[in-house]
């Protein structure tokens, strides 16, 4: 059974951090392509970053030079680095993985995604 679960997400104070985290189980965590995607109420869900199953990274302009991705294959961990936050960065995150294996996905694209966490919320008062 494949499981995705968000964890990380808080209130802080605008110029502030936090690290989510996106624990997985039930597949080959490494064969797969994962991203981050977030949503605000009202908003489209937006797709913030990708990390293929070899650990390139993709960013969206928004969040790039703040938002890191990395992955831990050892542990099944996704994790989102996000410093210098502001009060846009408000929204519930949620972690994803690709439908397929060994390929490469892209953040444009929330339907080349198959699995979903549940998803983490981000607060950041000014």
């Known amino acids: 059974q494949v499981q995705l679960v968000e964890s990380g997400g808080g209130s802080v104070e605008a110029g502030g951090s936090l690290r989510l985290s996106c624990a997985a189980s039930?597949?080959?965590?490494?064969?797969?392509?994962l991203a981050w995607f977030r949503q605000a109420p009202g908003k489209e869900r937006e797709g913030v970053a990708t990390?293929?199953?070899?650990?390139?990274?993709s960013y969206a302009d928004s969040v790039k030079g703040r938002f890191t991705v990395s992955k831990d294959n050892a542990k099944n961990t996704l994790y989102l680095q996000i410093n210098g936050l502001t009060p846009e960065d408000t929204s519930m995150y949620y972690c994803?993985?690709?439908?397929?294996?060994?390929?490469?996905?892209?953040?444009?694209?929330?339907?080349?995604?198959?699995?979903w966490g549940q998803g983490t919320q981000v607060t950041v008062s000014p």
């Open positions: 990390i293929t199953n070899t650990g390139s990274t």
């Open positions: 994803a993985r690709a439908k397929r294996p060994w390929v490469r996905c892209g953040i444009t694209d929330p339907a080349a995604f198959d699995r």
């Open positions: 039930g597949f080959s965590f490494s064969a797969y392509c």
